[in-house]
C-alpha cells in the first residue's frame, strides 16, 4: 500500500525513480512499435510545447496571444480541409472533438424539436462515439461493415428514424485504417437534413496529401457540402505532441451551440469540455504546421505509405495474407491463431494489436518503423506463424 510520504526527498532521488519508470516503457524509436496511430513528435513540436507549458487556454485574457494562435491553427487547417470559414478549437484529442461534434448535433436536433436522439454509423466508429453518445443521452446506432471492412450505406440509410439528430462517417478508422464512404454517407444525411460528422482523427493528416503523395485518395472534407463537421488529430498523424486534437465546424452559427459563459466580466466564454488547461498542444500543432508546410506533410504521407507497400510485398512473398482493402497505412494481417501470435510477437519485443471485431492482426505502420525493421517483422512473424497449430 501506497502512503501519503511524511519526509521531503531529496530530488535527485526523485529524478531517477521517473528515469526508471520512463525506462521500462517500450521506445518508439526501437521501431518495434506496430500498434501506435501515434509516434516521436518532431522536435519543433516539442520546442514550443515547453515553451507554452505554464500557459492557460482556460484564460485567454491572460495569454490572450493564445487566441490568435488558436484562430490562425483554425483557419490554416480549415484551408486545408476547403473551407476558409470553419470555426473550431484545440482540444484534447479525438475523443473531445467527436463529443463536442455531437453535443452540437444534439442541440441542433433538439431544436428541431427531437425529444430522443439518435445516431447512426457504420459499426467501425470509433469508440470515442460510444462515449459520447453515452454522455449525451444519444442512442447510437450502428450497421455492420462488408467484408471490405466498408460501411453499407444503404443499410445506414434504413436505420434513419425522425429521431437520427447525427450520421457519422469515419475517414480512417482505428481498426483497419478503412476510408468509409463519405460522400454517399454524407448525401444520404442531407436527404433528410440530418447533421453529417466526419471523423477524420486518423485520416486527417494523411488523405488531404494522398495523391500529391501518389496514391488514391477520395473527397472526405469540407470540398463535400454535406460535412457540418470534422475531428482532425494533430498528435496522430500531425506529429504533434500529446494532448493535441482539432475540432472544426463549417461555420461559425454550428460551434454557437457550444457556449458557455463564465462567473466572470472580461472573461470569454468556453467552448471546449475542459476548462483550465495548458495552450502547450496548441504551440506545438503551430510549429508542426510551419515547419513542414504543405510539401512536408506530402513527403511523410510518402514515407508512410511506401513503407506500408513494402511490408505488404514482404508479407505476401511470404505466403502470409492480408484482408481487405488498405486505404491507409494499416495493415490487416491474418494468422490461424491471431491473438496467440500476438503473445508470441510480444515475447520477443514487437508489439501489434488484433481487432476483436474482424479478428486479424492489425499492423500500423508509422515513422518509427525503419524499412529494415519491417523486414525483420515479416520474418519475425512467418516464423512464428509456422510454429502455430504444431505440437511440440
Ligand atoms: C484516435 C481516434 C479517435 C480518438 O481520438 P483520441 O485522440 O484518442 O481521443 C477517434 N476516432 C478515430 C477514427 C481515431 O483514430
Not at 29 to 42: A, Y
Not at 372 to 386: G, I, P, S, V, Y
Request: hydrophobic share 40%; proline share 2%.
Amino acid at each position: 500500500m501506497y502512503k501519503f510520504p511524511d519526509n521531503a526527498k531529496d530530488k535527485q532521488e526523485i529524478k531517477e525513480k521517473i528515469r526508471q519508470i520512463c525506462a521500462s516503457n517500450y521506445s518508439y524509436r526501437d521501431g518495434r512499435i506496430l500498434n501506435s496511430i501515434c509516434s516521436e513528435p518532431l522536435d519543433i513540436a516539442v520546442w514550443a510545447y515547453k515553451q507554452m507549458l505554464l500557459s492557460n487556454l482556460g484564460d485567454t485574457r491572460i495569454f490572450g496571444s493564445l487566441k490568435k494562435m488558436e484562430q490562425e491553427v483554425t483557419a490554416m487547417l480549415g484551408n486545408l480541409l476547403h473551407n476558409n470559414s470553419a470555426a473550431g478549437n484545440i482540444v484534447t484529442g479525438g475523443t473531445e472533438a467527436n463529443l463536442l461534434a455531437m453535443y452540437v448535433a444534439r442541440q441542433a436536433g433538439f431544436q428541431k424539436g427531437i425529444k430522443y436522439p439518435e445516431a447512426v454509423a457504420s459499426e467501425a466508429v470509433h469508440f470515442s462515439f460510444n462515449k459520447a453518445c453515452a454522455f449525451l443521452g444519444i442512442k447510437l446506432i450502428t450497421v455492420k461493415t462488408d467484408e471490405n471492412f466498408q460501411v453499407q450505406a444503404q443499410e445506414l440509410e434504413s436505420k434513419i428514424t425522425k429521431n437520427t439528430t447525427a450520421v457519422i462517417a469515419t475517414a480512417g478508422t482505428s481498426e483497419t485504417g478503412t476510408v468509409e464512404h463519405i460522400k454517399e454517407t454524407g448525401e444520404i444525411a442531407k436527404k433528410y437534413g440530418i447533421y453529417f460528422h466526419v471523423d477524420a482523427a486518423s485520416g486527417g493528416f494523411l488523405l488531404p496529401f494522398m495523391e500529391d503523395a501518389g496514391y488514391k485518395s477520395v473527397p472526405f472534407d469540407f470540398a463535400l457540402e454535406s460535412v457540418d463537421s470534422i475531428t482532425i488529430d494533430p498528435h496522430k498523424y500531425g506529429m504533434s505532441v500529446i494532448p493535441g486534437g482539432f475540432i472544426l465546424f463549417r461555420n461559425r452559427e454550428l460551434m454557437d451551440y457550444i457556449n458557455f459563459e463564465s462567473f466572470f466580466h472580461g472573461t470569454k466564454a468556453h467552448t471546449t469540455l475542459a476548462g483550465t488547461r495548458t495552450g502547450a498542444g496548441l504551440a506545438s500543432v503551430y510549429a508542426v504546421i510551419h515547419s513542414l508546410g504543405y510539401k512536408g506533410f506530402v513527403n511523410n504521407t510518402k514515407l508512410i505509405m511506401s513503407r506500408r507497400e513494402m511490408l505488404v510485398n514482404e508479407l505476401h512473398k511470404r505466403n502470409i495474407e492480408t484482408a481487405g482493402r488498405q486505404d491507409l497505412n494499416i495493415i490487416m494481417v491474418k494468422s490461424k491463431d491471431p491473438v496467440k501470435i500476438m503473445g508470441l510477437l510480444e515475447k520477443e519485443g514487437w508489439l501489434a494489436s488484433v481487432s476483436k471485431r474482424y479478428n486479424a492482426v492489425r499492423i500500423v505502420v508509422h515513422r518509427h518503423n525503419s524499412e529494415d525493421r519491417l523486414k525483420e517483422f515479416a520474418e519475425t512473424f512467418m516464423r512464428l506463424e509456422n510454429t502455430l497449430g504444431k505440437r511440440i
